[in-house]
């Protein structure tokens, strides 16, 4: 799984809105509206890296209202989630 931070600009009077429709699209995962220079933060997953060419210039991009976008693609995840779970395996509840 390929998971790619993607940095929103957008119409601010259109937040809400245009974050609905960005977290409808497929491969987006979560929205997030955020504080600074970015008006959104979406999470894009995806099983290819020829799939993000389809959703973020394909699809992001092309929501009405979205002025531009940067992208980071993650190299590696680190959760505490997944932590918490390698712990607790072999562990009886």
């Known amino acids: 799984m390929i998971t ?15 974050a609905e429709k960005i977290a409808a699209l497929e491969g987006v995962s979560e929205v997030y509206s955020v504080t600074g220079a ?3 933060i979406a999470m894009v997953r995806v099983a290819r890296h020829d799939d993000l060419a389809d959703v973020i210039p394909g699809r992001i991009s092309k929501v009405p209202g979205v002025a531009s976008t940067e992208t980071h693609i993650a190299f590696r995840t680190y959760s505490q989630h997944d932590l918490e779970a390698a712990f607790a395996i072999g562990l009886d509840a």
Not at 6 to 13: C, P, Q, R
């Open 4 to 18: 790619s931070i993607v940095l929103i600009k957008t119409s601010v009077d259109q937040i809400p809105e245009i």
């Open 38 to 40: 970015h008006d959104l």
